[in-house]
């Protein structure tokens, strides 16, 4: 399997400040043959099923603000809020959609909360 | 646009069979594969297995052994058994459009989107 390992767990940052999530993937999720990285990031708020933002490890999601971004690529990924907002207050998750079939695993999630 | 949702018992007895369907609207189900995934409450999720409208499937293997996914093109659904259930599968039940998507006979891997709103079913005697 390939395993997924975001950090931090949980994360407060102040309104208008930037939030930096990170991802790690066990094994390389770049295909060589397209140059395309499997990496997905979702939204979870409370009592919503995730809401897909990122996609590719980098191209946003159509109507997600551009506030959100992605970076990284094969074992090391990053999500960067550029300026929090209070609608923002949610658990963010990666998957990777490289491996089967093993399946599509997820991180842990990461929290985050205003500070 | 495509819209998925979730029906079925919200309470299952321990070494039953789990039973939901998910029901697609706005769209067709053909031409794509469709997933399940859970989500234990206050936990993470966990991708269950896919089907392709044309039936062929692939399952988590921690799971293969008690899984089955059927899809009915005719009515837009398609369907979730897991027999043997104990506590541990109590979990919100996501249907989902993915992992896989298919244009002019050329399938490749993509992320879940959009997804249902979810069905907690509670394993309990």
């Known amino acids: 399997d390939i395993v997924m390992t975001q950090s931090p767990d949980s994360l407060a940052v102040s309104l208008g400040e930037r939030a930096t999530i990170n991802c790690k993937s066990s094994?390389?999720?770049?295909?060589?043959?397209?140059?395309?990285?499997?990496l997905a990031w979702y939204q979870q708020k409370p009592g919503q099923p995730p809401k897909l933002l990122i996609y590719?490890?980098?191209t946003r999601e159509s109507g997600v603000p551009d506030r959100f971004s992605g970076s990284g690529s094969g074992t090391d990924f990053t999500l960067t809020i550029s300026s929090l907002q209070a609608e923002d207050v949610a658990v963010y998750y990666c998957?990777?959609?490289?491996?089967?079939?093993?399946?599509?695993?997820f991180g842990q999630g990461t929290k985050l909360e205003i500070k | 646009q495509v819209q998925l949702q979730e029906s079925g018992p919200g309470l299952v007895k321990p070494s039953e069979t789990l039973s939901l369907t998910c029901t697609v609207s706005?769209?067709?189900?053909?031409?794509?594969?469709w997933s399940w995934i859970r989500q234990p409450p206050g936990k993470g999720l966990e991708w269950i297995g896919y089907?392709?409208?044309?039936?062929?499937?692939n399952y988590n293997p921690s799971l293969k052994s008690r899984v089955t996914i059927s899809v009915d093109t005719s009515k837009n659904q398609f369907s979730l058994k897991l027999s043997s259930v104990t506590a541990a599968d109590t979990a919100v039940y996501y249907c989902?459009?993915?992992?896989?998507?298919?244009?002019?006979?050329?399938?490749?891997?993509?992320?879940?989107?959009?997804w249902g709103q979810g069905t907690l079913v509670t394993v309990s005697s």
């Open positions: 989902a459009r993915g992992p896989r998507y298919c244009t002019n006979g050329v399938c490749y891997s993509g992320p879940f989107d959009p």
């Open positions: 706005g769209g067709s189900i053909s031409s794509y594969y």
């Open positions: 089907i392709y409208y044309s039936g062929s499937t």
């Open positions: 094994q390389s999720v770049l295909y060589s043959s397209n140059n395309k990285n499997y």
């Open positions: 590719w490890a980098s």
């Open positions: 998957q990777q959609y490289y491996s089967t079939p093993r399946g599509y695993t």
